[in-house]
T-cell receptor, first 111, second 113 residues
Framework: QKEVEQDPGPLSVPEGAIVSLNCTYSNSAFQYFMWYRQYSRKGPELLMYTYSSGNKEDGRFTAQVDKSSKYISLFIRDSQPSDSATYLC???????????FGQGTELSVKP | DSGVTQTPKHLITATGQRVTLRCSPRSGDLSVYWYQQSLDQGLQFLIQYYNGEERAKGNILERFSAQQFPDLHSELNLSSLELGDSALYFC????????????FGPGTRLLVL
């Protein structure tokens, strides 16, 4: 079993839709959670970062963590064609800097 | 722009050869991480250096090695290259040694022929 599971998609939605991206993880020792966006052939760009269970909002993006279920989500409201990219969840321990990434979900937002 | 720089952007080489990838972290960051991204394995952690010292190791092959210099830039050396080493190699940096946000560079695309 992989430490982090993420549905690779692809996911295609119309412009303006609400997008939900999800990851599950297996180890309750994980303590911090991130979402990265990666455009084709570019470096991952940090979108959201959180330690705790609950919601964290930044503009059109909301990150949700449920530690009891070992489940994290990223919601994108009013999706735009410029949001078309691969979204990667990343999870880490507090002791040590290694990040473990999901496989990434490829998102396409159609005008 | 994350502030992390990597050179070269592209590298084409032959099997059996050795290459060196270079990374400069963001100003003020002491940790440098190396990751490999391939289609089948996704983004995989290779190794971390913090202020010149090796801090953590992932599934890095023995043919691969890295170091961090006093000016905090890092180099990843890949030797006896095989076709399967073709991938994107990313460097990331963070302020501390653990628990912090990591900012990624643009990557080096390596093609082994």
């Amino acid at each position: 079993q992989k430490e982090v599971e993420q549905d690779p998609g692809p996911l295609s939605v119309p412009e303006g839709a609400i997008v939900s991206l999800n990851c599950t993880y297996s180890n309750s020792a994980f303590q911090y959670f991130m979402w990265y966006r990666q455009y084709s052939r570019k470096g991952p760009e940090l979108l959201m970062y959180t330690y705790s269970s609950g919601n964290k909002e930044d503009g059109r993006f909301t990150a949700q963590v449920d530690k009891s279920s070992k489940y994290i989500s990223l919601f994108i409201r009013d999706s735009q064609p410029s949001d078309s990219a691969t979204y990667l969840c990343a999870i880490g321990y507090n002791q040590g800097g290694k990040l473990i990434f999901g496989q990434g979900t490829e998102l396409s937002v159609k005008p | 722009d994350s502030g992390v720089t990597q050179t070269p952007k592209h590298l084409i080489t032959a099997t059996g050869q050795r290459v060196t990838l270079r990374c400069s972290p963001r100003s003020g960051d002491l940790s440098v991480y190396w990751y490999q991204q391939s289609l089948d394995q996704g983004l995989q952690f290779l190794i971390q250096y913090y202020n010149g010292e090796e801090r953590a190791k992932g599934n890095i092959l023995e043919r691969f090695s890295a170091q961090q210099f006093p000016d905090l830039h890092s180099e990843l050396n890949l030797s006896s290259l095989e076709l399967g080493d073709s991938a994107l190699y990313f460097c990331a940096s963070s302020v501390g040694s653990s628990g912090g946000t990591q900012y990624f560079g643009p990557g080096t695309r390596l093609l082994v022929l």
